[in-house]
Nanobody, 131 residues
């Protein structure tokens, strides 16, 4: 069973930056799509960003385009989400999720991310952006 552990959340003021990390264990990233989802209280879960193994195809939700950057380090088996120009509406619990299988290279295709494609999830990390 794949394991994912997120870190890097915290409290930041509007306009600030944070880098979230997702440490993967018991599997290698090369044949998986890794996504970041977020969920704020009272709101639906939102697929924020995604990256696929091998070709590093990326996806960004419109709400974060130009501000967030997803990347991966194969050697360290880590995925990162660099978040710049943070806004109060970015406040949420952020989850890292992994999706494998034959069609994993299609998991990061828009227009939205299907959470059902991702079978393994981390415990989440809280991001709070104060105005």
């Amino acid at each position: 069973q794949e394991q994912l552990v997120e870190s890097g959340g915290g409290l930041v003021h509007s306009g600030g930056s944070l880098r979230l990390s997702c440490a993967a264990s018991r599997f290698t990233l090369e044949f998986y799509a890794i996504a970041w989802f977020r969920q704020a209280p009272g709101k639906e879960r939102e697929g924020v960003s995604c990256i696929t193994g091998n070709d590093d195809t990326t996806y960004y939700a419109d709400s974060v385009k130009g501000r967030f950057t997803i990347s991966r380090d194969y050697a360290k088996n880590m995925v990162y989400l660099q978040m710049n120009m943070l806004k109060p509406e970015d406040t949420a619990v952020y989850y890292c999720a992994a999706g494998g299988g034959y069609n994993y290279r299609t998991y990061c295709q828009g227009p939205t991310l299907g959470a059902y494609r991702f079978g393994s999830w981390g415990q989440g990390t809280q991001v709070t952006v104060a105005s």
